[in-house]
């Protein structure tokens, strides 16, 4: 079942801050971070494994609520480089050597001057 | 290193035309995946192979669709008969298979049936 990102769309200006969560009926094993901006293939970010780790990349860190079946994804001090659409892609495994990822439908990020 | 290669970049047909759309993945990499992307229906997995085997094709939206992976460094999406709504971007993706290992994706084929 597709996750639920939330907000689909937000627009910034540089410097502020942005968080976008995305929300599983299903109980959450992983949840990957992709970046895709137009006419481009989508960018891993990062990956959070169950049992709350929080991760960073420069400015960009995501949380992972095993308990909710939550992550959020904290955009800070937002630069124009980070425009483009986010996915989340949850992870269910389904053998020990694959897995596959369902992804949610985005959410369009713009930051402007 | 090379990342995954995708071709055609853009390919342009008729309807009924059979079209074949080839992925190599990384070099390594033992799981492979055919996602198609649409403005209405968003990322969606058509098919992923595990070790060049098959292990899910729920996506596959109807039997006109059908992929192969016979050997590690290639695999193929093929659409026949075509259909306009077949019309999307279809991306390759493949990573080391389990859960804390990325995907990285092929930059895409841009399909228009006409």
């Known amino acids: 079942q597709q996750p639920v990102q939330s907000p689909q769309a937000v627009i910034l200006r540089e410097g502020e801050d942005a968080v976008i969560n995305c929300s599983s009926s299903?109980?959450?094993?992983?949840v990957h971070w992709y970046r895709q901006k137009h006419g481009e293939a989508p960018v891993f970010l990062m990956i959070?494994?169950?049992?709350?780790e929080q991760k960073g990349h420069e400015k960009i860190s995501a949380s992972f609520n095993e308990k909710k079946q939550q992550s959020s994804l904290y955009l800070t001090a937002s630069q124009l480089s980070y425009s483009g659409t986010y996915f989340c892609?949850?992870?269910?495994?389904?053998?020990?050597?694959?897995?596959?990822?369902?992804f949610g439908s985005g959410t369009r990020l713009l930051v402007r001057p | 290193d090379a990342g995954v290669i995708q071709s055609p970049r853009h390919e342009v047909t008729e309807m009924g035309q059979e079209v074949t759309l080839r992925c190599k993945p990384i070099s390594g990499h033992n799981s492979l995946f055919w996602y198609r992307q649409t403005m209405m229906r968003g990322l969606e997995l058509l098919i992923y192979f595990n070790n060049n085997v098959p292990i899910d094709d729920s996506g596959m939206p109807e039997d006109r669709f059908s992929a192969k992976m016979p050997n590690a460094s290639f695999s193929t999406l093929k659409i026949q008969p075509s259909e306009p709504r077949d019309s999307a971007v279809y991306f390759c993706?493949?990573?080391?298979?389990?859960?804390?290992?990325?995907?990285?994706f092929g930059d895409g084929t841009r399909l228009s049936i006409l």
């Open positions: 892609g949850t992870g269910a495994s389904v053998m020990d050597s694959s897995y596959k990822l369902i």
């Open positions: 959070l494994l169950k049992g709350g």
């Open positions: 299903k109980a959450l094993y992983s």
């Open positions: 993706a493949s990573s080391f298979g389990q859960s804390n290992q990325p995907q990285h």
